[in-house]
């Protein structure tokens, strides 16, 4: 990081000039002053002192990165395929168009995890690099506002058809989410081997536009969704917004939103650090959302598993004797 706090710039004009100085103006005996011990502990050393930030996600994580990517895809790959197959009678559950995209969104996440890993410097490119960021982040958002979309409408999302709304929404998230994505993909680079934001001034609007839209995704998002539930439920204008194990998803994401939109206050000179410490612990707690964002891709289709078992079970319970010995045969002739 450099010297982060009070640098101190060379001035050209003293080392150009310092041969023109006139040295019999200066009387030699004002130097001959007596030694005094420096004190390390002086303030104002310790602000001009280099501010060096311990690095979590570093080439000694690559494993990390490579693990959460393998489970994730695997886990993935089993819960759409638990969708598409009538294998726990999950096809009752009330929206499921809607929650077949959340694993594909979660398996191409894993996908180009070890894209953007630290110490696989031979294989990242700038084409990689872009790539890799936006799909990453393109998954994230099209999760997100798949969420959002299906707690807000609810008992619209029908369970045995595929309506135009439905068909419409897809369409309308991913493509909404790839748009999102776009800014982070253009300010996208490699430095050294690794993918990381360019540094250029004339892309740093672009790292301010990321961080407005995580932040609005990740937090204001989930953040709204909790007060329009509990606004209707105060004034007793209906039951508002669906409630369920899948707004657990957010918290893996609400982290990494609100401290990038930090960091970027931080950044861009709003919101000034005045000490060393606290630019180490933000930079910590970047590292640490990243970290936890990255788990989600695991988390997820647990998640969904755990929401489609629920549902499916208090759907087929409910169902009349001869729907229950219906669907019996039509899941083992599924499984034949």
């Known amino acids: 990081m450099g010297n982060c706090l009070y640098p101190v710039q060379p001035s050209p004009s003293v080392s150009n000039n310092w041969t023109k100085l006139n040295l019999e103006n200066y009387s030699w005996e004002e130097w001959d002053m007596p030694y005094e011990p420096l004190d390390y502990n002086d303030p104002s050393i310790e602000a001009a002192a280099p501010c060096h930030s311990c690095n979590l996600l570093d080439d ?17 790959g ?6 598409l197959k009538p294998l726990f009678h999950w096809e009752l559950c009330r929206g499921r168009p809607i929650l077949i995209q959340l694993p594909v969104g979660s398996a191409a996440f894993s996908v180009v995890v070890p894209i953007l890993a630290p110490g696989l410097s031979s294989s990242h490119s700038t084409t990689l690099c872009c790539l890799g960021h936006w799909v990453w982040y393109s998954a994230a958002f099209a999760q997100a506002l798949l969420i959002g979309c299906r707690a807000c409408l609810g008992p619209k999302l029908d369970v045995f058809q595929v309506s135009r709304l ?4 897809t369409v309308g998230v991913w493509g909404m989410a790839a748009l999102l994505a776009l800014p982070i993909t253009l300010a996208s680079d490699t430095s050294q081997g690794l993918c990381t934001l360019t540094s250029s001034r004339g892309l740093g609007t672009l790292q301010y536009m990321h ?6 995704v990740f937090f ?8 329009a539930k509990g606004l209707k439920k105060t004034l007793d204008r209906g039951p508002g917004p669906w409630v369920d194990i899948l707004w657990v998803w957010f918290t893996f994401w609400w982290l990494h939103g609100v401290v990038l939109g930090l960091d970027s206050l931080v950044r861009s000179g709003v919101l000034p650090l005045q000490t060393c410490l606290a630019q180490q612990i ?12 990255i788990f989600h891709c695991v988390a997820m289709p647990l998640l969904l598993a755990l929401f489609c078992h629920r549902t499916s079970h208090t759907s ?9 010995q219906s669907s019996h045969v039509d899941t083992f002739g599924g499984k034949s």
């Open 60 to 76: 000694s994580s690559l494993p990390f990165f490579i693990v959460a990517s393998v489970l994730g895809t695997l886990a993935s």
């Open 78 to 83: 089993t819960v759409l395929l638990a969708l």
């Open 166 to 169: 439905t068909l419409g929404l």
């Open 211 to 216: 961080a407005a839209v995580c932040f609005a």
């Open 220 to 227: 204001l998002l989930p953040l709204g969704l909790v007060g």
């Open 282 to 293: 933000l930079d910590l707690v970047l590292q640490l959302a990243e970290a936890l964002a």
């Open 316 to 324: 087929f319970s409910s169902l009349p004797l001869h729907a229950r």
